[in-house]
Structure formats: C-alpha cells, structure tokens
T-cell receptor, first 108, second 115 residues
Framework: KNEVEQSPQNLTAQEGEFITINCSYSVGISALHWLQQHPGGGIVSLFMLSSGKKKHGRLIATINIQEKHSSLHITASHPRDSAVYICAVRGGSEKLVFGKGMKLTVNP | EPEVTQTPSHQVTQMGQEVILRCVPISNHLYFYWYRQILGQKVEFLVSFYNNEISEKSEIFDDQFSVERPDGSNFTLKIRSTKLEDSAMYFC?????????????FGPGTRLTVT
C-alpha cells in the first residue's frame, strides 16, 4: 500500500515569493499527479509526471523516481495561487492514492 | 475545452434515503472513476468502471454503493441507504484510456450532506 506524504501541511507566503511543495511516497509508481483544489472544492489537474520535469506558466513540477519524491514549485506567487495542492500517485492499479494536501495562502 | 460535469452540486438527504449522484464524463473517454473526500480528510478512491462493469473497487465501496452507465453519456453512483458518515464531497473522473500515463480529469464534485 502506497503512503503519500506532503510537506508542509500549511504555508503562508507573501505575493512574489518562490514556493516549493514537497511530496514523497513509499512504493514505486508509474505516474504522479499534482492537483489543485480551490475553496469551493473542485479539483483541477496541474501536472502528471512519470519522470523528469514539467513546466506550465509559473508552475514547475519535478520528480525523482529513485528517491520517491516530487516537488511543485510556484514562481512569483500571487494571491490567486491560494488553494490546496494535492499530490496523488498511481502504480500497478487504476486508482489514485492521494496525499492530505497542502494549504497555500498567498497574501498581497 | 471538454470537461467532466456533475449534478447536483449539493444534495441534502435524510439518513436511510437513497441518493443518485450523476456525472457526464468527457465524451471520448472510456474509463470512469468515483472518489470521495470527507471534510478535512484525503480524497479516497471508491471505484473504477470500464466497458459497463466495475474494474476495481476499494474496501469503502460496499453493497450500499453501486455504479451504472445507464446511457451513452451518464455515469451514476447510487447509495442505497445513506448513513451520516456518507456525508462527503464526491468526485467523478474520467480518462481516455487506462494506460498508467493517462491523465484523469475531475468533475467539480457533488457535496452530499446526510442529516
């Protein structure tokens, strides 16, 4: 059974700061997802990674398969980035296993 | 851009009543999923569905739950006799195929409140 841990659990930042959110998992996977959940509850997929690095706008996601670790970076953070960021993994099965999420608050 | 839709956005029901949550997956997708998130907790997998049958289910998905694709577009989750602990946000997702590198697209969720 895969355990997905995220750190930190909560983060408050000032607008413009560079933010890093970490995710580690216990068992080898085939893909890792970064998801964003806004206060209304809806979930939006940000990235799906199986190796290396992906970039979309101000967001960068990296994964180290050997270390079983992924990071999500937000450059030049903005108050609209305030949300819960969730890491979820998939391996050997159809289901996604989710972390608890990290609540990010970006103050103006 | 195509998206997964869910109805209703919020459902309030009394304990013991049956509820049906509805989802319309993205039209060319073949794999469908239900997840739930109890307030303050992790999102949890309930069930996956392909070719008109369940392909995987979790221990949460007991006999009180069932899924169906009654027509070419809807995918439903039925809870036969709701319990207080069924109160949660329920998310539907779909993916084009089931290769492990395929992305799952989530709907906006249905908030179920059992009183």
């Amino acid at each position: 059974k895969n355990e997905v841990e995220q750190s930190p659990q909560n983060l408050t930042a000032q607008e413009g700061e560079f933010i890093t959110i970490n995710c580690s998992y216990s068992v080898g996977i085939s893909a890792l997802h970064w998801l964003q959940q806004h206060p209304g509850g809806g979930i939006v997929s940000l990235f799906m990674l199986s190796s290396g690095k992906k970039k979309h706008g101000r967001l960068i996601a990296t994964i180290n398969i050997q270390e079983k670790h992924s990071s999500l970076h937000i450059t030049a953070s903005h108050p609209r980035d305030s949300a819960v960021y969730i890491c979820a993994v998939r391996g050997g099965s159809e289901k996604l296993v989710f972390g608890k999420g990290m609540k990010l608050t970006v103050n103006p | 851009e195509p998206e997964v839709t869910q109805t209703p956005s919020h459902q309030v029901t009394q304990m013991g009543q049956e509820v049906i949550l509805r989802c319309v997956p993205i039209s060319n997708h073949l794999y469908f999923y239900w997840y739930r998130q109890i307030l303050g907790q992790k999102v949890e997998f309930l069930v996956s569905f392909y070719n008109n049958e369940i392909s995987e289910k979790s221990e949460i998905f007991d006999d009180q739950f069932s899924v169906e694709r009654p027509d070419g577009s809807n995918f439903t989750l039925k809870i036969r006799s709701t319990k207080l602990e069924d109160s949660a946000m329920y998310f539907c997702a779909s993916s084009e195929l089931n290769r492990e590198a395929d992305e799952q697209y989530f709907g906006p969720g249905t908030r179920l409140t059992v009183t």
